[in-house]
């Protein structure tokens, strides 16, 4: 069924039917066997996002000034939302680019967003996020790999240390990176853009995953990569507090983007349910079924309107990172249940790979993990809910 | 180099289309349309020859209040701007009035160097529009394009047909109609979307054009739809038990249905 929306302007309802023709015509036709194919042999489908590129839906919340669409979050996300619905790999890597572009466009000076954010938001580049390492995943503030300053005149930094699972590693054309630039624990991180073509800067092997076989996660390997003092994204030791800024907005992504995933797999198992014969009648005629039926809807659309609700606080300006943590909690869990009962709807036929019901409940499980785990977004609202 | 599109707005294929129970005409009212998919590929040459040299497209539409959605679609892949026709005595026009309504809002365009129009629309399927047209407006009509290519005051086309493939030359201005072999149409763009909505469309009726309500609609038209049944349900197939014999009763079934 297609999603209910409240759309705030003409533009966007435009922009929404552009989302589901592109949808439609290039992406509902390639999932199964993209998805099927990169889990032997990993690919990555980079002219899906130059498709998406040019179409502008790789800078849709940013300022026009820079290129971007100029939208408020309610609408960029309910895009992300539809993309999810086709190709959640997909939707995962335009919420990832979208948040690579975050640090420069909010802290980064003119002559940066110039050089910098002008190529982000042009359609035509993908970036990489890099703040995880191997040791330190939910406690970014532990984590080693450094910049030093090279003493030249021009302020130049060398970087050393590896990032892992990182999105778009090997196929980006910049990396946001997070690094230390000075011992001070969570105070002494900072973030630079790092150029895809810098000396030194090399990935691991994919890493072969569970599910979303199409978002490409290598290792990021720093060896001696020198980066420009110019590249240097806000002011040294302002990193914690960018990348956390930066994680608000980038789970209401992953949100919006596990909404969509449960949509599909909803829509998938009620048209499953009104066509399957047993007992001389539909599945769908009896009521223990049809009330999972409802129990999944309920999570649908309870999950929509938790991340509607966090983006609209932040489009108007007001505090949402409770809401985004609540939002990031309850559509990824929500994504969780309804694609296992989406399995179970389907019963036999759902564990097998002739439908997408077990690929979607794999691509789900993710969603509980990354950009924060949910224990990490419970920490976050218990945090705001008893502080004082 | 200027060029006119004509573009339709029919039913959408994906949703259930039906006829109008007083008169048997399409309905284009209750339903969901769009852009006729095969006038995507007229509006894309369109596009690209402009984008290789100069001048404009216009694009133009004969067809009710919703057809206004085919001239937004046609705007925001980069149409410069657009004409819609509408005038309740059209309804239920066929192709010979069709084509008069089109040829009078063309001439009231200007001479176009060129006028695109695409092979079918995708609910008559009809592909004489073109013809007519090119009649009408006293161009040379050069159909079913797979490939155009323009030189100086000629256009040249390429036509595939089962047998041989012809390339047939003519003088500007001329008439094409493309086929869905010509090009890969864009989609349009957010910034496309945000720039068609400053794009012009201008509406006519029938008396802008000089056309008399009496040449146009149901009531002129040469052919008329008597009557239409709907497609019987879809019957459940024949089940053949295999009882060893399964391949023979298999091979049976499809040489009584003169498949084999
Ligand atoms: C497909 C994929 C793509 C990814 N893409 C990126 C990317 O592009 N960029 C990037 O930087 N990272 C990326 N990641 C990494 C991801 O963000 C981390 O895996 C995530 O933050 C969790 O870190 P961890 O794996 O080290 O788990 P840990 O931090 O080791 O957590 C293990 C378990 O302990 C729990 N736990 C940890 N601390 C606490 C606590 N204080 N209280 C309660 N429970 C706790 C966790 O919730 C979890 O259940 C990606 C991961 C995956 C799987």
């Given at each position: 069924?297609?999603?209910?929306?409240?759309?705030?302007?003409?533009?966007?309802?435009?922009?929404?039917?552009?989302?589901?023709?592109?949808?439609?015509?290039?992406?509902?036709?390639?999932?199964?066997?993209?998805?099927?194919?990169?889990?032997?042999?990993?690919?990555?489908?980079?002219?899906?996002?130059?498709?998406?590129?040019?179409?502008?839906?790789?800078?849709?919340?940013?300022?026009?000034?820079?290129?971007?669409?100029?939208?408020?979050?309610?609408?960029?996300?309910?895009?992300?939302?539809?993309?999810?619905?086709?190709?959640?790999?997909?939707?995962?890597?335009?919420?990832?680019?979208?948040?690579?572009?975050?640090?420069?466009?909010?802290?980064?000076?003119?002559?940066?967003?110039?050089?910098?954010?002008?190529?982000?938001?042009?359609?035509?580049?993908?970036?990489?996020?890099?703040?995880?390492?191997?040791?330190?995943?939910?406690?970014?503030?532990?984590?080693?790999?450094?910049?030093?300053?090279?003493?030249?005149?021009?302020?130049?930094?060398?970087?050393?240390?590896?990032?892992?699972?990182?999105?778009?590693?090997?196929?980006?054309?910049?990396?946001?990176?997070?690094?230390?630039?000075?011992?001070?624990?969570?105070?002494?991180?900072?973030?630079?853009?790092?150029?895809?073509?810098?000396?030194?800067?090399?990935?691991?092997?994919?890493?072969?995953?569970?599910?979303?076989?199409?978002?490409?996660?290598?290792?990021?390997?720093?060896?001696?990569?020198?980066?420009?003092?110019?590249?240097?994204?806000?002011?040294?030791?302002?990193?914690?507090?960018?990348?956390?800024?930066?994680?608000?907005?980038?789970?209401?992504?992953?949100?919006?983007?596990?909404?969509?995933?449960?949509?599909?797999?909803?829509?998938?198992?009620?048209s499953y349910a009104k066509d399957r014969m047993q007992f001389g009648r539909p599945i769908a005629d009896n009521q223990g079924l049809a009330f999972?039926?409802?129990?999944?809807?309920a999570a649908v659309t309870g999950a929509r309107a938790a991340y509607l609700h966090a983006a609209r606080l932040k489009d108007a300006g007001r505090?949402?990172?409770?809401?985004?943590?609540?939002?990031?909690?309850?559509?990824?869990?929500?994504?969780?249940?309804?694609?296992?009962?989406?399995?179970?709807?389907?019963?036999?036929?759902?564990?097998?790979?002739?439908?997408?019901?077990?690929?979607?409940?794999?691509?789900?499980?993710?969603?509980?993990?990354?950009?924060?785990?949910?224990?990490?977004?419970?920490?976050?609202?218990?945090?705001?809910?008893?502080?004082? | 180099?200027?060029?006119?599109?004509?573009?339709?707005?029919?039913?959408?294929?994906?949703?259930?289309?039906?006829?109008?129970?007083?008169?048997?005409?399409?309905?284009?009212?209750?339903?969901?349309?769009?852009?006729?998919?095969?006038?995507?590929?007229?509006?894309?040459?369109?596009?690209?020859?402009?984008?290789?040299?100069?001048?404009?497209?216009?694009?133009?539409?004969?067809?009710?209040?919703?057809?206004?959605?085919?001239?937004?679609?046609?705007?925001?892949?980069?149409?410069?701007?657009?004409?819609?026709?509408?005038?309740?005595?059209?309804?239920?026009?066929?192709?010979?009035?069709?084509?008069?309504?089109?040829?009078?809002?063309?001439?009231?365009?200007?001479?176009?160097?060129?006028?695109?129009?695409?092979?079918?629309?995708?609910?008559?399927?009809?592909?004489?529009?073109?013809?007519?047209?090119?009649?009408?407006?006293?161009?040379?009509?050069?159909?079913?394009?797979?490939?155009?290519?323009?030189?100086?005051?000629?256009?040249?086309?390429?036509?595939?047909?089962?047998?041989?493939?012809?390339?047939?030359?003519?003088?500007?201005?001329?008439?094409?109609?493309?086929?869905?072999?010509?090009?890969?149409?864009?989609?349009?763009?957010?910034?496309?979307?945000?720039?068609?909505?400053?794009?012009?469309?201008?509406?006519?009726?029938?008396?802008?054009?000089?056309?008399?309500?009496?040449?146009?609609?149901?009531?002129?038209?040469?052919?008329?739809?008597?009557?239409?049944?709907?497609?019987?349900?879809?019957?459940?197939?024949?089940?053949?038990?295999?009882?060893?014999?399964?391949?023979?009763?298999?091979?049976?079934?499809?040489?009584?249905?003169?498949?084999?």
């Amino acid at each position: 069924m297609v999603a209910t929306r409240l759309l705030p302007s003409e533009e966007a309802h435009d922009l929404i039917d552009l989302t589901r023709e592109i949808c439609d015509k290039e992406l509902r036709p390639r999932v199964d066997a993209a998805e099927a194919a990169a889990a032997v042999d990993p690919q990555f489908p980079r002219d899906v996002y130059k498709i998406l590129g040019r179409a502008g839906l790789l800078s849709l919340p940013y300022a026009e000034e820079w290129g971007g669409g100029g939208q408020p979050y309610e609408v960029y996300l309910q895009v992300v939302e539809e993309i999810a619905s086709a190709w959640m790999s997909v939707a995962v890597g335009v919420s990832v680019h979208s948040l690579t572009a975050y640090p420069v466009a909010t802290v980064g000076t003119d002559a940066q967003k110039q050089a910098l954010l002008t190529g982000m938001l042009s359609g035509d580049q993908l970036g990489a996020y890099c703040l995880s390492e191997p040791l330190a995943g939910s406690d970014i503030g532990s984590m080693t790999t450094r910049a030093t300053p090279d003493g030249s005149a021009g302020d130049g930094w060398t970087i050393k240390g590896r990032k892992a699972w990182i999105s778009h590693a090997g196929h980006a054309d910049y990396y946001t990176s997070f690094v230390r630039t000075s011992d001070d624990g969570g105070r002494g991180l900072s973030c630079f853009v790092v150029p895809g073509v810098a000396a030194g800067l090399t990935f691991g092997a994919p890493e072969r995953k569970m599910g979303l076989h199409c978002d490409t996660v290598r290792e990021v390997i720093y060896d001696t990569v020198p980066v420009d003092g110019d590249r240097l994204v806000g002011t040294e030791g302002q990193g914690m507090a960018i990348a956390l800024a930066a994680l608000d907005s980038g789970r209401l992504g992953i949100a919006a983007a596990a909404t969509g995933l449960a949509q599909s797999a909803l829509d998938l198992a009620a048209s499953y349910a009104k066509d399957r014969m047993q007992f001389g009648r539909p599945i769908a005629d009896n009521q223990g079924l049809a009330f999972m039926v409802a129990d999944m809807e309920a999570a649908v659309t309870g999950a929509r309107a938790a991340y509607l609700h966090a983006a609209r606080l932040k489009d108007a300006g007001r505090a949402f990172s409770k809401e985004a943590a609540v939002a990031k909690l309850l559509c990824t869990d929500a994504a969780m249940r309804v694609t296992t009962d989406a399995i179970q709807v389907l019963g036999g036929a759902g564990y097998t790979q002739d439908f997408p019901a077990e690929r979607m409940f794999r691509e789900a499980k993710v969603t509980q993990i990354f950009e924060g785990t949910n224990q990490i977004q419970r920490l976050v609202i218990s945090r705001h809910v008893l502080k004082g | 180099m200027n060029i006119v599109v004509c573009v339709k707005y029919v039913p959408d294929a994906q949703s259930d289309r039906t006829f109008n129970e007083s008169d048997n005409t399409t309905d284009r009212v209750g339903v969901d349309g769009l852009l006729s998919e095969l006038d995507e590929y007229a509006v894309e040459e369109a596009l690209k020859l402009v984008e290789a040299g100069e001048g404009e497209v216009t694009v133009v539409t004969v067809g009710p209040d919703q057809a206004a959605d085919a001239l937004k679609k046609a705007l925001q892949m980069g149409a410069d701007k657009a004409v819609h026709v509408k005038d309740d005595a059209i309804h239920g026009s066929d192709a010979v009035a069709t084509s008069l309504v089109l040829a009078e809002a063309i001439k009231k365009i200007g001479s176009p160097d060129l006028v695109i129009t695409g092979m079918a629309s995708t609910d008559g399927t009809m592909s004489v529009v073109p013809a007519m047209l090119a009649e009408r407006l006293g161009l040379p009509q050069v159909t079913f394009a797979s490939e155009l290519s323009i030189d100086g005051s000629t256009v040249t086309i390429r036509r595939d047909g089962d047998a041989a493939s012809e390339t047939i030359v003519a003088t500007l201005p001329a008439l094409v109609s493309v086929t869905d072999q010509i090009n890969e149409p864009r989609f349009p763009s957010f910034k496309g979307i945000m720039a068609a909505k400053k794009k012009p469309v201008e509406e006519w009726a029938l008396a802008d054009l000089g056309v008399d309500a009496s040449q146009v609609g149901l009531e002129a038209a040469w052919s008329k739809v008597e009557s239409f049944t709907k497609r019987p349900p879809r019957e459940q197939g024949q089940i053949v038990t295999d009882d060893g014999d399964g391949g023979t009763k298999l091979a049976e079934f499809l040489y009584a249905q003169k498949f084999v």
